[in-house]
Structure formats: structure tokens, C-alpha cells
């Protein structure tokens, strides 16, 4: 037996295995630069590079937006997984499975509520992650949940958007939520309460088509896609080329649909100034001293 070649190789191979250095980059998706992971975390993914805003977690969204990341995380209704039995290539159930699994989360949303500015607030916000952001049954009681919350506390609502729509597996159960959620956002607004919407990447189908459009105030993370259907579809549709930028934070912002188009960096100060004066409460912290965590 030759040490050298049977015992050391294989043990160094080992522990310089690919999948180790993977774990240590990420590569841009829009420039292409190939980015540290601890320097990304660092600067709230952002590339340094070309400023692309990359996806982030409900959790470190969270705690981007509450003074001191601290929070405490509402309870939703809990409901039932697969009420109309559905199957594709593989069952509903698995899938919801497999993506609670993943994400350590039980589904496409979390409803939180603390301190913005030292005003008090309700979040809620979507994770693209859980089966791309769609929107089921439970996406609706969240959002339902978020709004009772938020009056019964006499607080501003922010729901932070990122979702490909409906979710198909609920069938015509997802498509009532456009309406559900449209209601209780509604019942925010009579009792004067503001509700503002932070848009990310992407704020698709059901979900623009309902409750992420109807904000007093759209803020829109730069870069960002905010649309209906995809370009693709209505270009195929109106048989015309659309515009360059088309479907993205800045070009909505140009044509009226978007309020603010906002960094990542600068998305907590902003926020702070648009709750205190829509709450008429001068916040605890002055804005200029917020800085990105």
C-alpha cells in the first residue's frame, strides 16, 4: 500500500472539494462579477460593482427595516395545505414539502410588527423563495392578518412585495385572494391608516394586479421588475418591440406608477420619513443618522 497516493490524496481531495469554494461566491447577475459572499452580506447584496440589487431573505429584510432588527413576528392562521387535491408532475403536498424544508419557512409570507423610526409598524412581506413568491390562501390571511393587526394597534401597514402571482396548485381559491387581500387593505385605509408598499424584484401577476398596486405611497427597491404578465407575452401579443427598461422601478417611476425609486441603503430612511408624516409623529431617531446594517 502507497500512503502517499491511498490515504493523503484522497483526504486532501476531500477537503478541497468544489462545492466548498462554491459556497464562497456569488456571481452577479447582471454584470457578471463574481462577488464574496461575506462582502455581499456586508453590503445588503448589492454589487459592488454595477449596483444590482440581488434577492434578499424575509429575515434580513426584516431586520434591514426594523430599528434595531428587532421585531416580533405575528401568528397566521393556519390552513389547510391541499384543498383541492392537486397534482402535476408531482403532488401539491410534496411541494409544500419541500419548500418548508428549504426555506424553514411555512409559506410565501411573514408578518412582523416593531419599530420603524420608533413608530410602531406591521410588515408584511413576501419570500420569493417559497414557490416564487406566489400567492395561495395562506399569502391571503396573511395579508388579512397583517391588516387587522395593524388597525387594531392604530399603526402604518407596509407590505414589502416579490412574487410570480397566483398560485396555480389553489386553483380559483388563489384568484379570490386578489379580492380578499384588496378588502383588507381597504380596511386599513378607512380607519386613516397609511399603507405604503415597497416593491422588489419581481412584483408579478395577481399580486401587482391587487393589493402591491393600491399603496398611498409605491416605493420601489432600484432595478427592480414590477409588471403583469411578461414582456415576452405582450410583445407577442401587440406585436411590437417595447421599450428598453420597460417593466423595471425606474421606467414606472417616469410614467406615474411608482412613487420613489430607493437603493437598498437608503430604504430605511426613506421609509421613516414617509411614516412620520403620514402619522403626523416626528420619529425618535433622526433619519440622517440611519445607516445601512
Known amino acids: ?8 490524496r484522497p483526504k486532501v481531495k476531500k477537503i478541497t472539494a468544489k462545492e466548498i469554494a ?3 461566491w456569488t456571481k452577479c447577475p447582471n454584470c457578471g462579477q463574481m462577488l464574496f459572499n461575506k462582502e455581499l452580506e456586508k453590503n445588503n447584496f448589492v454589487c459592488h460593482k454595477c449596483d444590482h440589487h440581488l ?29 383541492l387535491n392537486f397534482k402535476d408532475s408531482k403532488r401539491y403536498t410534496d411541494r409544500l414539502r419541500t419548500y418548508r424544508k428549504n426555506t424553514g419557512e411555512e409559506d410565501a409570507i411573514k408578518v412582523a410588527q416593531g419599530e420603524i423610526g ?4 406591521v410588515v408584511a412581506v413576501m419570500n420569493f423563495a417559497f414557490m416564487g413568491g406566489s400567492m395561495g390562501m395562506a399569502v391571503g390571511e396573511g395579508i388579512v392578518k397583517a391588516a387587522e393587526t395593524a388597525i387594531k394597534n392604530n399603526c402604518p401597514l407596509i407590505a414589502v412585495t416579490a412574487s410570480g402571482g397566483a398560485r396555480m396548485q389553489e386553483g380559483m381559491l388563489s384568484l379570490m385572494q386578489m379580492a380578499r387581500t384588496t378588502a383588507a387593505v381597504n380596511m386599513v385605509k378607512e380607519k386613516g391608516l397609511p399603507y405604503i408598499v415597497i416593491l422588489t424584484d419581481p412584483t408579478t401577476g395577481g399580486v401587482s394586479a391587487s393589493f402591491a398596486m393600491l399603496g398611498d405611497i409605491h416605493i420601489a427597491e432600484k432595478g427592480c421588475m414590477i409588471g403583469f404578465a411578461g414582456a415576452r407575452v405582450i410583445e407577442q401579443t401587440i406585436r411590437e418591440k417595447l421599450p428598453e427598461g420597460f417593466q423595471r422601478a425606474e421606467y414606472l417611476k417616469e410614467h406615474g406608477m411608482v412613487d420613489m425609486v430607493v437603493r437598498r441603503a437608503d430604504m430605511k430612511n426613506e421609509l421613516v420619513k414617509v411614516i412620520s408624516i403620514l402619522m403626523h409623529q416626528k420619529p425618535k431617531i433622526n433619519t440622517l443618522s440611519i445607516t445601512a446594517r
Open 22 to 24: 462554491d459556497n464562497l
Open 55 to 83: 434577492r434578499l431573505s424575509v429575515k434580513k429584510r426584516l431586520e434591514l427595516l426594523f430599528d434595531n432588527g428587532e421585531y416580533k413576528e405575528i401568528v397566521l392562521p393556519t390552513i389547510k395545505d391541499d384543498p
Open 1 to 8: 500500500m502507497n500512503w502517499l497516493t491511498d490515504f493523503v
Open 118 to 121: 420608533g413608530i410602531t409598524s
